[in-house]
């Protein structure tokens, strides 16, 4: 018989007994267990990241489209406001085509996520939505507080509706009645 191959006990060399086996085991599963809450924390940890990342994607985003978004919100006021002048100098086509531009930039505003607000004569005013540019009295008391005119449309970010540009209207209003004044007093008769 060779003698490297027994350990002494009759046994070949890693022939465990059943506590022997058994602390072996659980001297595994710990281990295991162990690398298993390792890679937990390390996938937590990953996901937490990329989480943090996409947050830091959409805020560099947000902020390059954001001088966009202005850009284009004064570059489309710019040709409505030209518009409306061809067309109070009688020059339709010009009215026209910088119309269609106007049109064509709320397009593009779209394809950023941004839309329009819409604000007509007669809707009530919403200081959230509505920039009053001027004030127009009128005698009509259901049009109190209505917006009389449009001067240039508003637009909120698409999908949470936050305003970046409010809309500029004309806000109708009654006036206040303005009260009849005392009579003057009666002259004292009994004064010499």
């Known amino acids: 018989m060779d003698g490297g191959n027994d350990d002494g006990e009759g046994r070949p060399p890693g022939d465990l007994d059943g506590a022997a086996l058994r602390h ?20 937590r940890a990953v996901e937490r990241l990329h989480d943090e990342n996409q947050v ?27 518009a409306r002048q061809a067309a109070a100098r009688g020059d339709a086509g010009t009215a026209d085509l910088l119309a269609g531009f106007a049109d064509d930039t709320v397009d593009i505003l779209e394809r950023v996520g941004v839309e329009a607000v819409h604000a007509a004569p007669g809707d009530s005013f ?35 509706g936050r305003v970046l540009k409010k809309a ?24 010499p």
Not at 70 to 76: D, S
Not at 129 to 139: G, I, L, M, S, Y
Not at 170 to 178: C, D, K, L, Q, S
């Open 24 to 43: 072996e085991l659980a001297a595994l599963r710990g281990a295991v267990e162990a690398a298993a809450r390792t890679a937990d924390k390390h996938r």
């Open 56 to 82: 830091l994607r959409r805020g560099e985003a947000d902020a390059f489209f954001s001088a966009a978004r202005t850009a284009l919100i004064r570059h489309h006021d710019q040709l409505r406001r030209q």
């Open 126 to 160: 919403d200081s959230a939505r509505h920039q009053p540019a001027a004030v127009a009295d009128t005698a009509d008391p259901d049009a109190h507080d209505t917006l009389a005119e449009v001067r240039a449309g508003g637009f909120a970010v698409a999908g949470n």
């Open 168 to 191: 500029d209207v004309v806000v109708a209003r009654v006036p206040p009645e303005t009260p009849e004044p005392p009579p003057a007093p009666a002259p004292r008769e009994d004064t």
